[in-house]
């Protein structure tokens, strides 16, 4: 049976996921950068190693109120298409393996934009996982509502 | 097989370097045609080719090599003389071994390529009868054969890696005379008897014949070897490499600051110095990686002369070329964007700068024209220069062209300066080339060598004297990953302004020096000039803060001058450009972001775009509607200039059909409008304070002053605090506003003033006034 590695973390109280190989690193940063005249997605831009990281804000991408971006913030870095970018999330959860037969996609009930993010559910044990489309999750010129 | 591999890669990057260098020393054996230096080591040169390919097995490479060689060798040994068509025989040659190389680098075949027609024109060369030697004139075979054998008397130089070694050593003969330890006349003599067919080498000849002594000969011969030394220690890096060095240095640079910083606060004297000795290494060695990506121009100059030659040639000109400075380094990748527009700057000058021999002789020139390439550090940026002495450009035709191409109007023709007409070469589609040639004058390529320059962060301009040539100039940064900048506070914020840009800064005290508003449009006086201003937090849409205590930075950018408006100019420093997100290309207004000193990300302000932004363009189209608005035709205009608040507010008077005095009390209000009764009317007011947004003290008097408008049987009344004066404006003192309402800002009588958007004024007095035009209104509200 098929497994995949998935990431997870937590923003709003709710589990996300991606797949493992899509994540750089893992990191909390306190000092951003923010981008004037940049969609309100972008949390700002931080230092990696000499390296300038943009920060995509998740909680806005999912139509929620923007990170207070005030002390340390959890960075997921995705290695992204050429260039790394991070989403800033609440809480870093546990790297779990999942089935792929415990996958389902997303529920009907599921709307907003969370919906366009998410690629489907996973069952785990007492709590749902949605699965997050990582390309969706850091185009920030999405049109958020 | 994957050792090959990397031998066949070496071999190709090597012989790539060698055809440049052979290019350039046929071209240099045009002009000086008895030079043997130069001979011999385009021979060194094709022979090391043709022994590797031999190697390899490239056979049909090793042909053409091979009867390139045999014709070198009728040269070097006087056989045959140097004439222009030998040499273009010959670079037709190292053309052929080009397209060779090309293919085995494509797909590992040289199979594909044509090398018999190109051999049967050597071979006609080689045959053709000339006057200095009519007799000896062997069999082409037989004649091959000979140089191979005499590199073979000296197995050292026919190893093809230690080849351009001997380039660089001095000649032993040259050592022994310079030490005094042998005659010139002696060795000039073993080197005559090396040319004869003497097989041994020039040491041995002197030492034998008792010319030399023995000690002096061995000791010439060590101070031949660490030349050779220098030359095998060199060796190639991968760009990429040096590139991740480059961060990696940056990084360092940083924790190095973070480090003294926190050291200092320790107060601990010999960690101090350690510090110091660590912040020393730092800066030092930050300056050694960046030397290893400086190249110098000479590199991309290099392929130029073969393409004024061949250019010249098949236009029937003759250009001298002469280079200036090719030393001057600049950074790799900087070199790399700046060989095309280079190479059709020169392009440009030999076709279109240099005139015909005929032409030149009967304007009192030699019939050679001359392109200088020079290259020079000037203020942290590199000048790169292409002149010719050629026929200059045609001020008048390029004004002419551009009226045409409507790129300019007929009256901003006289009031522009000479510089700023040749200038409009660099617009798109732009050509005056009376003919079109294939080499250029299609009306491309100016403005891609503008954009290109552009791109890298420099400039091009051109200054022409008629009859005398023409200049065209290319200033580059030194490095495209590390810039002079200007570091400014804008709100809590720390942002970076690139210090080309900077032409100076002006300390806004409140008092002496300040920013005046026109209609909330903020500008300020330079030097009798008004100056636009751009607010930084304003464009970048932060909250706008005071205008006090600013600075103002003047900024020039796309040949346009504005002050750009910030609360701290904080210091100067290189800091490394790194490059931004995609995902923020299209705001447009960074040029890429830095990490400064404290490990931050500091945003790059792109200066020009800040500009454009700002509404700072010149838009001819809307300042023409403006104008017709405000009047008839043309000549000077005629305003009303009125106080509103503490502002000027000028009216066009050809619009204005009364000025009247109303008792406050006969404003009565008619819904949410103000109207007064006037000439059995209800006329409309509208107060321009409000409209502008002046909220100054309302005048407490019993009347108000008006103008009143009117058109097709309405009118409407403007509410002003007083009529000032009516004055007569030209237009050229305008500049846009950048506020609905207005139309422009001008200088009248010294003072800033506004001239109003009567159509607009209108429209908030009676929104029905044009009803009949109403769409139109729509449209262009």
């Known amino acids: 049976m098929a497994s995949r590695q998935f990431a997870t973390f937590e923003v709003d109280g709710q589990l996300f996921g991606v797949e493992v190989h899509t994540v750089q690193e893992v990191l909390s940063y306190n000092e951003y950068t923010p981008v004037p005249l940049a969609p309100p997605a972008v949390g700002g831009l931080f230092n990696l190693r000499g390296q300038v990281i943009a920060a995509v804000d998740l909680r806005v991408q999912l139509g929620l109120a923007r990170q207070a971006l005030q002390g340390p913030v959890m960075n997921v870095i995705l290695r992204g298409d050429g260039e790394p970018v991070s989403l800033l999330v609440d809480k870093i959860g546990e790297v779990v393996d999942l089935d792929d037969d415990t996958f389902e996609p997303p529920p009907d009930t599921l709307s907003g934009p969370t919906r366009e993010l998410v690629v489907g559910t996973f069952k785990l044990d007492g709590r749902l996982m949605l699965a997050l489309d990582v390309n969706q999750a850091v185009d920030t010129y999405r049109a958020t509502h | ?781």
């Open chain 2, 1 to 781: 097989m994957e050792d090959l591999g990397e031998i066949v890669g070496e071999f190709l990057m090597e012989s790539h370097e060698n055809l440049d260098q052979i290019d350039r020393d046929l071209v240099s054996l045009e002009q000086e045609p008895d030079s043997r230096d130069l001979i011999s080591r385009i021979f060194r040169a094709i022979h090391t080719i043709k022994g590797t390919s031999g190697f390899l097995a490239f056979s049909r490479l090793e042909k053409l090599a091979h009867a390139g060689e045999s014709l070198l060798s009728r040269l070097r040994d006087g056989v045959q003389p140097v004439s222009p068509e030998t040499i273009t025989v010959l670079l037709l040659c190292i053309d052929g071994v080009r397209s060779i190389l090309a293919s085995i680098e494509e797909n590992g075949s040289e199979a594909e390529v044509d090398i018999e027609s190109v051999i049967v024109k050597i071979q006609a060369q080689m045959n053709a009868p000339s006057d200095s030697a009519p007799a000896a004139a062997p069999a082409p075979a037989a004649e091959a054969e000979a140089p191979v054998s005499v590199e073979q008397e000296t197995p050292a130089a026919a190893r093809p890696v230690a080849e351009p070694v001997t380039d660089q050593r001095q000649p032993l003969g040259q050592i022994l005379v310079d030490a005094g330890a042998a005659q010139p006349s002696d060795v000039a003599s073993a080197l005559q008897q090396q040319i004869e067919g003497d097989e041994r080498k020039l040491g041995t000849i002197l030492l034998e014949e008792g010319k030399a002594q023995p000690a002096a000969v061995s000791e010439a011969l060590q101070s031949q070897s660490p030349k050779r030394s220098i030359a095998d220690s060199a060796i190639r890096v991968d760009v990429d490499l040096l590139d991740t060095l480059m961060n990696m240095v940056g990084e360092l640079v940083l924790a190095r600051n973070q480090l003294v910083r926190g050291v200092m606060e320790t107060g601990d004297s010999g960690l101090v110095r350690s510090a110091q000795r660590l912040g020393m290494i730092t800066s030092e060695l930050q300056e050694g990686i960046m030397k290893t990506r400086m190249q110098p121009i000479e590199h991309i100059w290099s392929k130029l002369p073969r393409v004024i030659r061949d250019l010249s040639n098949s236009l029937g000109k003759q250009v001298a070329l002469v280079m200036e400075g090719k030393e001057t380094e600049l950074d790799r990748s900087l070199l790399e964007a700046v060989k095309d527009p280079l190479t059709h700057l020169v392009r440009n000058a030999v076709d279109h700068g240099i005139e015909d021999p005929e032409q030149r002789i009967a304007s009192g020139k030699g019939p050679e024209g001359t392109l200088t390439l020079r290259a020079y550090h000037e203020g942290g940026h590199v000048a790169v220069e292409v002149a010719d002495d050629g026929a200059g450009l045609n001020v008048e035709r390029i004004a002419q062209k551009a009226v045409e191409n409507g790129l300019l109007r007929p009256e901003q023709i006289p009031n522009m300066d000479r510089r700023d007409i040749m200038a409009m070469v660099f617009q798109p589609g732009f050509s005056t080339a009376s003919k079109v040639t294939n080499v250029s004058g299609r009306g491309v390529g100016m403005d891609v060598v503008k954009t290109n320059i552009e791109n890298i962060g420099g400039a091009v301009s051109v200054d022409s004297t008629p009859g005398e040539g023409t200049v065209w100039r290319l200033t580059i940064p030194l490095t495209l990953a590390i810039i002079q900048a200007l570091t400014v506070d804008c709100g809590d914020q720390r942002y970076v302004v690139p210090q080309v840009a900077v032409l100076e800064l002006v300390f806004i005290d409140g008092n002496t020096t300040k920013v005046e508003y026109a209609s909330g449009a903020p500008v300020y006086r330079l030097r009798g000039k008004l100056l636009p201003l751009v607010r930084l937090d304003r464009a970048l849409g932060l909250e706008v803060g005071g205008d006090q205590g600013v600075y103002i930075m003047v900024l020039q950018a796309d040949g346009r001058r504005f002050g750009l408006v910030v609360d701290r100019v904080l210091n100067t420093e290189e800091v490394v450009v790194k490059a931004l997100n995609t995902r923020f290309k299209d705001i447009g207004l960074y040029a890429g972001a830095t990490i400064l000193g404290d490990g931050k990300v500091g945003l790059i302000l792109d200066v020009s775009s800040l500009a454009r932004r700002s509404h700072l363009a010149v838009d001819s189209e809307r300042e023409n509607v403006a104008e017709k608005r405000g009047q008839g035709g043309g000549g000077t205009e005629r305003l009303l200039v009125t106080a509103v608040g503490e502002r000027r507010v000028a009216i066009p008077l050809d619009t204005v059909t009364r000025l009247e005095e109303f008792p406050r009390d006969r404003i009565e209000h008619a819904g949410s409008r103000e109207v007064v009764q006037y000439r059995g009317q209800i006329l409309p007011l509208v107060r321009l304070s409000h409209l502008l947004g002046a909220y100054g003290e309302e005048l407490e008097g019993d009347t108000v002053s008006v103008v009143v408008y009117s058109e097709g049987g309405k009118s409407v009344a403007l509410v002003v605090d007083r009529i000032v004066d009516i004055a007569e404006n030209s237009t050229t003192a305008r500049r846009d506003a950048e506020e609905d309402g207005l139309v422009g800002t001008a200088v009248i009588q010294q003072r800033v003033t506004e001239l109003l958007d009567v159509r607009r004024a209108i429209l908030a007095a009676d929104p029905n006034f044009y009803s009949d035009s109403m769409d139109e209104m729509m449209v262009e509200v």
